[in-house]
């Protein structure tokens, strides 16, 4: 007999949202987690009203809307701005809230860590879910009681047997892998890094766009890959990512390189002669060494966040 009906191998947003949605059926599930901390990069922050019908269907709408960083009414629209970002060029974009009314719930706008913090606290206050950190999942095949996941915990290696194992391990699924399902397209080109720093200047520069949160500049240079800048939170923290230089490809660079690239080549490039206060953000940032917010990895990017 099987241990347990499901396994969900990976307890990231997908892990946790299939754990809820079976233990709201009734199932039972065990949930393999490899990481013993939550991540902290605020990616995945932009949740349609679809996703906001589901958060409300697993009873999390209001913890959701408490962990949001950023105020409903400050706004979370997109702009696009050609070549600069302060370029006299630019149209709005990313104005989701406007087909609420076809939704029974809203958008929302959060760091994936913060949305992840909200789910493992519904998940553990679900009987159903055995939700287990510090699980990783390396070896996986078929047994006579059902799907056998050979399993590295606390320095030992155990076997756990289920009825169904659901990979939700990420983008390089192992799951997927042992099972033997195929990509057959790479959706992954060039590679991207990823930033985050804290900068009260870049706030002030940007309180000229009233009610946006995400910048896209599109800059000829960059061969259609945007320059994708957005807010973390109201108080100085922001992400920032674009394609890695050719030169800097597949190396770790530290976040230092990452920003003297950037301010170069960057959407900055004009604000620097410009304003020259995007500059000091920038040169706040770069004074900062890491760049980094506090409780965020403070030493060297790796340009291998790759984007889908
Ligand atoms: C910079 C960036 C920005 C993004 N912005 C957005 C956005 O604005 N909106 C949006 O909708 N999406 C966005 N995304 C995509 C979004 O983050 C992903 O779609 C989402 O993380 C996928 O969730 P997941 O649970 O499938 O995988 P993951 O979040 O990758 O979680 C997988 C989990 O599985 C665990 N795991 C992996 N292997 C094993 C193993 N062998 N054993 C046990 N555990 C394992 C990992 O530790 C991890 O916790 C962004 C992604 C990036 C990188």
Known sequence: ???????????????????????LRGVNSVVLERGTTLHRIPKGQNLTQRSGEHFRAWGVTEAIRAATPIPRAFGNAGLVTYGTL???????????????????ALNERLPQYRTEEVLRARAGELDQIDFRTGARVIGMRTGADGVVLEVERAGGVHSLTADYVVGCDGARSLVRDLAGIGQEMDHQGPRMALLVFRSPELDRLLERFPGKSIFNVMNPEMEGYWQFL??????????????????????????DICMRWWVRNSSCVS??????????????????????????????????????
């Open 1 to 23: 007999m099987a241990d347990a009906p499901v396994a969900i191998v990976g307890g990231g947003p997908v892990g946790l949202a299939l754990a809820i949605d079976l233990a």
């Open 86 to 104: 302060l370029s006299d060029y630019s149209y709005d974009w990313f104005q989701r809230s406007k087909v609420g009314d076809y939704y029974h």
């Open 230 to 255: 957005g807010r973390i939170d109201l108080d100085g923290g922001y992400f920032y990512h674009a394609s890695v230089p050719d030169g800097r490809r597949g190396r770790t660079i530290s976040a």
């Open 271 to 308: 604000s620097i002669s410009g304003s020259g206060i995007c500059v000091s953000a920038m040169r706040s940032v770069i004074a900062r060494g890491g760049c980094l917010s506090p409780g965020m990895r403070p030493t060297a990017i790796r340009p291998t966040a790759v984007m889908g």
